[in-house]
């Protein structure tokens, strides 16, 4: 059991590279990128400047492109567009150096080493001596080899000119767990993340809980009513919540209680009222206020889950009633309470304790849906939003946190498989 | 239990018929299924008719002895009928002009004279009206009738959910069978393939692709298949596999079948029932996502009737509650048809007989 588990978890590594590499290349090959976008608003700037200022020639003159070679140079080094995707991906994981600080240098033809700029270190400006050796450049700093500068050349002239770069590596990424800074927030992805994914959890917390306590025990007793009058209304709900998604219900409780055009009960959207309100409650108020905005999401959360849990609780305990082992128990004299409550509903919740892997990811990654609609900056919506940004720091963060909470979920869903149903046995 | 119970047959002739006949005559005693199903089927057949009962184009315009016939043959300019209206006729003023006027010329308009196209920029047309007799379900922030909309996006949905479902069903059935058919390394590939690929969430690479190329309604089809085959592929898989190491088989083989014949006469026909069990979930499904879809603005291109887009603006003009409660309640109906049809379905394919024994 003990190797089948740990097999399961080394079998996560190629899963993981694997589905990270794919979004990875989309997002790299995908025209309209962060790069593109970002000469676009400078080009953008540049022209409604050249448009005030009487259009001087020289910005224009570029062909169309106003931004000069190095800012565009500039530009890629920062989104790592001047590295082939590979060296991107295992730059982002975190297992090859990243170029941070680079600083050209020139070196006119004939001349072995050049002095170069590094920046300043202890309030003087740091200068360090790049060395050529035939093709290859090192970085002598105060008399001795750099540990960390290096040196490379970019582009050689016609005329033997070299322009170099002088830059320190560092290694960090995805593996040592830097997710980088969001392009739009322009913050580290774990800080702009943290906030919204404990709004998320609270959501899905709430939601699952609820979901749970409602459709267990309303299982149970569908079965145990099976055909009477109860079980047929409770079938027809069942149907109804089936029949529209969570967050489409979400949005005509809104339009019923949200005061638009009806009754006005609820607030119409945010996780709490609005900051100057929000800071002058007291604790109690405080928690009346979350509770006011939260019921709505909440139920449109956990209406979603509503009709699955019910019918799989429902026909689970009726199949377990018509086994075998039922008519022995009940042969051997045992009440019927006996029977059901401790026979027949232990071996029902086990298609349900089986999907608490799955559940696990839905109440992490939130819900675009239900975020959107009730207008929550939970983690969901900040993954969608990232899309429409092009931010791909967030983006791909998103994508790593969902990826690994589902295939941990996977693993967890076969520990608890194996845990509440002694006779299965993982090899 | 089914074995300790003997089935009364009252009708003889009923031992005789295939397997599918007595299927289907089962799913005709499930009354709320079969009737949800013919409900729905002649609703999505009269759906391809639409133009001839919503439209705002005339069925038959008579002018100056010449007939025509905009509903079919499409754009005629405003002048062609001596009206002067910026673009196309309109057809609807052009009727009453005549009427009023009483001129030789008349028309036959549709029995509802509203197009899901036409907005605010067509005269007599007005944002935000509320239901009337006129506009049945009002209309939207840009004086689109919102029922004219409805109708022509339940087509577009249905149509979306049964080319993908019927793809998804080629592409699983022909994968999945053949993995669990032949396993060894061909099996193999593919699950680490299948587990990388339902590792992603799906609905956000669906969202990144699309932010990517602008689909229509073929390339989102596309889109959505090459996401989500996964499923079916390993229901079938798990099918194929089980299947195989049956005596039925074994026999077929030793008797000299050969590969392909054993996969589709003899197996396939015995792993069918879930799949076609599964089917109208697949549906509700494709039908759910459509919409999603379409609301996070990641479906089908803006002008396209949707139940999705209409969602969207509806909740971003929530005190016009026609504009929301109009494209879930389309939604719901059809769901709750396609619903009851899968009930039925099931019923009828994989009965389940829970006794009592008490």
């Known amino acids: ?427 | 239990m089914s074995i300790f119970r003997k089935k009364k047959i009252q009708d003889p002739r009923e031992i005789s018929l295939s397997i599918y006949k007595k299927r289907w005559l089962k799913f005709k005693t499930m009354k709320r299924g079969y009737y949800s199903f013919i409900i729905l089927i002649i609703l999505y057949a009269l759906s391809f008719a639409l133009p001839l009962f919503i439209n705002n184009r005339a069925l038959l315009v008579k002018y100056e002895g010449h007939y025509y016939f905009p509903a079919f043959a499409g754009y005629y300019p405003g002048e062609k009928f001596n009206q002067d209206v910026p673009g196309e006729a309109n057809y609807r003023l052009l009727s009453e002009q005549w009427e009023n006027s009483g001129s030789e010329n008349w028309l036959v308009m549709p029995p509802y004279p509203f197009g899901p196209f036409e907005d605010i920029t067509v005269k007599g047309n007005a944002m935000y009206e509320p239901p009337s007799r006129q506009h049945w379900l009002g209309t939207d922030d840009t004086g689109r009738d919102v029922f004219a909309r409805l109708c022509y996006a339940f087509n577009i949905s249905i149509s979306f959910a049964l080319i993908l479902a019927i793809l998804n069903y080629i592409i699983g059935i022909s994968i999945g069978g053949a993995m669990g058919y032949f396993g060894g390394k061909f099996d193999l590939i593919f699950q680490r393939f299948i587990e990388i690929w339902s590792s992603l969430p799906m609905l956000f690479v669906i969202i990144i692709i699309a932010s990517i190329i602008r689909p229509n309604f073929f390339i989102l089809i596309l889109i959505y298949t090459l996401v989500n085959w996964i499923g079916m592929t390993y229901l079938m898989r798990a099918e194929f596999y089980r299947e195989k190491s049956k005596d039925y088989v074994a026999a077929a083989l030793s008797m000299g079948q050969s590969n392909l014949k054993v996969i589709f006469k003899h197996i396939l026909p015995n792993s069918l029932v879930p799949v076609i069990t599964y089917f109208p979930f697949a549906i509700v499904g494709y039908i759910s996502a459509l919409v999603g879809l379409d609301y996070l603005g990641f479906g089908l291109p803006p002008p396209t009737p949707s139940w999705g887009q209409m969602l969207d603006i509806g909740l971003q003009n929530m005190s016009k509650w026609w504009m929301v409660f109009s494209p879930v309640g389309a939604q719901f109906i059809t769901l709750l048809l396609v619903v009851f049809i899968g009930e039925g379905v099931r019923e009828a394919f994989d009965p389940k007989v829970y006794s009592r024994l008490r």
């Open chain 1, 1 to 427: 059991m003990t190797t089948y588990f740990l097999r399961r978890m080394l079998l996560m590594i190629p899963t993981f590279i694997g589905s990270t590499l794919i979004v990875f290349t989309i997002l790299q090959l995908a025209p309209g990128g962060p790069l593109e976008q970002t000469i676009q608003r400078i080009q953008m700037g540049a022209a409604a400047q050249g448009e005030t200022a009487g259009s001087t020639s020289d910005v224009m003159s570029g062909g169309g492109s106003v931004l000069p070679e190095s800012a565009l140079k500039e530009l890629k080094r920062f989104y790592g567009f001047d590295k082939p995707i590979w060296q991107r991906y295992l730059i982002w994981l975190g297992v090859y150096p990243r170029e941070v600080k680079h600083r050209d240098f020139t070196l006119v033809p004939g001349e072995t080493e050049v002095i170069a700029r590094a920046g300043k270190k202890d309030g003087q400006v740091w200068r360090v001596t790049v060395v050529r050796n035939g093709d290859e450049y090192s970085v002598i700093d105060e008399g001795t080899f750099s540990e960390v500068w290096r040196a490379k050349a970019e582009t050689v002239d016609a005329d033997g000119t070299v322009h170099g770069v002088i830059f320190q590596t560092e290694t960090s990424g995805i593996m040592t767990g830097n997710l980088g800074e969001s392009y739009t927030y322009q913050a580290p992805v774990t800080e702009v993340m943290k906030p919204r994914f404990k709004i998320s959890l609270f959501f899905g917390l709430t939601g699952m809980f609820l979901s749970y306590i409602v459709c267990i025990p309303l299982g149970i007793r569908k079965a145990l009513l099976h055909g009477s009058p109860f079980d047929f209304i409770s079938s027809v709900i069942i149907f109804v919540a089936y029949s529209i998604p969570g967050w489409a219900m979400g949005g005509v409780f809104l339009v019923l209680f949200g005061g638009g055009s009806f009754w006005n009960i609820f607030p119409l959207g945010g996780f709490h009222s609005p900051t100057e309100i929000w800071e002058a409650l007291s604790l109690w108020g405080k928690i009346l206020d979350q509770l006011h905005h939260a019921i709505l999401p909440i139920f449109a959360w956990s209406i979603g889950s509503f009709a699955g849990l019910t019918v799989l609780m429902k026909n689970g305990l009726l199949e377990n009633l018509s086994q075998d082992y039922i008519r022995t128990a009940f042969a051997k004299g045992l009440s019927e309470k006996r029977v059901v409550w401790v026979h027949a509903i232990r071996n029902s919740v086990i298609p349900i304790a089986s999907g608490i892997g799955g559940v696990i990811g839905v109440v992490i990654a939130g819900s675009y849906f239900i975020e959107k609609v009730f207008n929550i900056d939970g983690f969901g919506k900040l993954g969608y939003q990232a899309i429409l940004d092009r931010d791909y720091p967030i983006t791909l963060a998103f994508l790593v946190i969902v990826v690994v909470i589902r295939l941990v979920g996977n693993i967890i869903s076969d520990i608890a498989l194996a845990t509440v149903d002694p006779r299965i046995r993982f090899r």
